[in-house]
């Protein structure tokens, strides 16, 4: 159940002050009947329409963004462009972002309404790989790799990392897959072993690569398929 006015904020895209002059108006109806009582309780699925149109609410939303360099992953920043001034949606407001990145960091970015969702993604006990592309100041040591598969110890953090995977695509570049998302976790992870990072760019989260024809800063909604890959197997 969810009251008429707030039904209407959704649907239309309005304040609820505005939703309330236009059932004043009496351009909504519910089950073919003018209505004008904002608080009446209705069903999701009711049968409501505005100046004769339909409305009804879409499901949850879910987006891949290339995330250009220089965005946070906030809805406010006193100093710093937010990555919402780069969507152009109803409700932008109230999508959050599951598994952000740090302002110098590019790369794919899920934001979605769906909280059950984010959590598959971004809960440590899911273990869902996600998968950089590091440039690094040093070239990399013979030894980081067997390194990051027995784990290191970050500063401040009790336990050793997981177990990660590495692969060297040039003397100071790699792809680094980790299975956990700790605070700044690759470029601890790095600093660790006494090579800092200058570069980060997540490519893949769990199954789902960055889409190649996203420009930085361009976003597009997710497959039916690639929202189920987050999601339990039957």
């Not at 598994?99 to 598959?120: A, E, F, K, N, P």
């Not at 769990?206 to 996203?214: A, H, K, N, Q």
Request: proline share 5%; with cysteine; charged share 30%.
């Amino acid at each position: 159940m969810i009251r008429l006015d707030k039904f209407l904020c959704e649907t239309l895209g309005v304040t609820r002050k505005q939703a309330g002059k236009v059932l004043k108006e009496e351009r909504v109806c519910v089950d073919g009947a003018p209505v004008k009582n904002g608080a009446l309780k209705i069903q999701n699925d009711a049968d409501v329409e505005f100046d004769g149109m339909p409305l009804t609410l879409s499901g949850p939303k879910y987006f891949m963004m290339n995330k250009p360099t220089g965005y946070v992953c906030s809805h406010d920043d006193a100093f710093n462009p937010t990555i919402f001034v780069l969507l152009d949606e109803i409700g932008a407001e109230k999508l959050h972002i599951a598994g952000r990145l740090d302002g110098d960091t590019t790369g794919l970015l899920l934001l979605t309404d769906d909280g059950q969702w984010s959590h598959r993604v971004t809960s440590p006990k899911h273990k869902c790989d996600k998968t950089y592309r590091v440039w690094l100041a040093d070239a990399v040591s013979q030894d980081t790799q067997s390194q990051f598969i027995e784990g290191v110890q970050l500063r401040g953090e009790k336990d050793l990392t997981l177990p990660a995977q590495m692969e060297k695509v040039a003397d100071d570049e790699v792809l680094l897959t980790i299975h956990e998302g700790k605070y700044h976790q690759v470029k601890r992870m790095f600093a660790a072993v006494g090579n800092k990072v200058v570069g980060l760019h997540r490519e893949q989260v769990g199954d789902l690569i960055l889409d190649p024809d996203l420009e930085p800063g361009e976003y597009r909604p997710l497959t039916e398929e690639e929202i189920a890959s987050f999601l339990p197997k039957n």
